[in-house]
């Protein structure tokens, strides 16, 4: 499993220059908008979506068939992609609240307090966390390239439920019910996610078990 860790990771190591400028513009694009939740939502867009670079480049390089030349399980190596995207929602959550906390900081920029750039912190991991869930099984039974197809739609479907409940929902009952009931809704939400994730490892183990390359 290690292995396989340092090769998700190994990919990736020669775009980090590139990405360390990108996460630079952002926190400057952040200062400019004054606001460190810019920053939180583009780090964690972008770290989430290297996953999908890091599939691309296992598709095109025959990984798979290679890899299961190997002593290695099949649901090891998809474990290896679910943890690998774990991990990089956590590398998101800690840079993202890091930078988020040291933007509002400044004179110029602050704005958001502490509960709020936690709260969308742990909102960005909990969606990261959804839309992988469903999307990692997509990848395993589609393929990459084809599975984009689908993201939009697994995108859309958290951003169209919060609308349209803020829609339905009177503004001053939703603020009452968040200012009463926001632990118990992030508890909830968290658990649903993880819960989904796990599921999504089961169903993608499935998938690669049958899978011929």
Known sequence: MSGLLVKEFS??????????ILFIFFAAFSFYLKSPTYMQSMLTMVLAMLTFTGMSYDHMAGWDKYVLTMPVERKTV???KYITTLLWAVIALVIGGVSGVALSQVPAVKGEGLPEILAVSAALFCM???????????IFKFGVERARSFMFIVILIPVAAVIGLSKIIPEQMMHSFLNNYALFLIIGIAVFCIALYMISYV??????????F
């Open 203 to 212: 169903i993608s183990v499935k998938i690669y078990a049958k899978k011929e």
């Open 11 to 20: 990919v990736l190591k020669r775009y980090g220059r590139q990405y360390v």
């Open 78 to 80: 998809v474990l290896s």
């Open 128 to 138: 990261a966390l959804f839309i992988y869930g469903i999307m990692l099984p997509l």
